[in-house]
């Protein structure tokens, strides 16, 4: 594999607008976020930008590349595909990881966990699930959970993700953390594809994929990290990097 990782990031959100410039420490939030991906030395590093501020708060940094995309784009995976062609209009690289621009608590090897699924030919998509732990992540629309089910295995495939608790009964539950590790061929087929009717009842993305037919492997990581949507994450972040 020849894997690249490109980081979307907008200005515009609904509840934490500006978020990727909020400064934890004394750096902005995509800073931060640039630093995990760079720590976890798979390969170049590009910033997929709907905003000039956003590229304007990473110049200087070194081995980090700016791709100004439209402000318009309807997703983060429209955003990523429309980086790559621009940075990559021969095909160099086959692999590419989302990783969204709100995860500045990321662990790098958690980061290269996201290729494992696609040591398997048989796998368009890989991903990652961590085990829900608390109630309060079981009951939690905005935590995404993962019908999935690994035995003694470190990989498998998703069958369905949705916001509400999946499946029933006893059992380890999963958390679905949005990282991607997208085939470049299965990128481009799934941004060609309208949103599909379970996508836009779950407000789920991924969905789109598995209704398409598409192949979904999960690999294990030991805890979720903490993403940024709300003002109150944004401060438990800045707490928590700051004690660091």
């Known amino acids: ?8 990031s907008r200005l515009a959100s609904t509840r934490l607008p500006r978020k990727p410039l909020a400064h934890i420490g004394s750096l902005p939030m995509i800073a931060h976020v640039v630093k995990r991906a760079q720590q ?14 956003i590229l304007d708060a990473i110049e200087g940094m070194d081995g980090v590349l700016g791709v100004l995309t439209e402000s318009s784009l309807p997703s983060g995976s429209d955003r990523v595909y429309d980086a790559l062609q621009k940075f990559d209009p ?21 980061l290269r966990s996201a290729l494992k699924p696609l040591e398997d030919q048989n796998v368009d998509i890989g991903t990652l699930v961590a085990p829900i732990k608390d109630e309060h992540e079981k009951s939690a629309p905005q935590v ?35 990282v991607y590790a997208w085939r470049r061929a299965a990128l481009k087929k799934f941004i060609s594809l309208p949103p599909s009717g379970l996508e836009k009842r779950e407000s789920l993305e991924q969905l789109r994929a598995l209704e398409a037919g598409m192949s979904i492997g999960c690999a294990q990581i030991e805890h979720a990290p903490l993403g940024v949507d709300t003002p109150e994450d944004l401060e438990r972040v800045r707490g928590m990097i700051e004690c660091r």
């Open 1 to 8: 594999m020849q894997p690249i990782i490109i980081i979307p």
């Open 40 to 53: 976890a030395n798979i390969g170049k590093v590009v910033v997929a930008a709907g905003d000039q501020e």
């Open 90 to 110: 021969l095909e160099k690289y086959d692999v590419v990881i989302n990783l969204q621009g709100d995860l500045p608590l990321i662990k790098p090897d958690d």
């Open 144 to 178: 995404v959970k993962v019908a999935c089910d690994f035995g003694e295995k470190s990989v498998t495939r998703a069958l369905y993700f949705s916001r509400s608790l999946i499946p029933w009964g006893e059992g380890t539950h999963w958390h679905h953390v949005g």
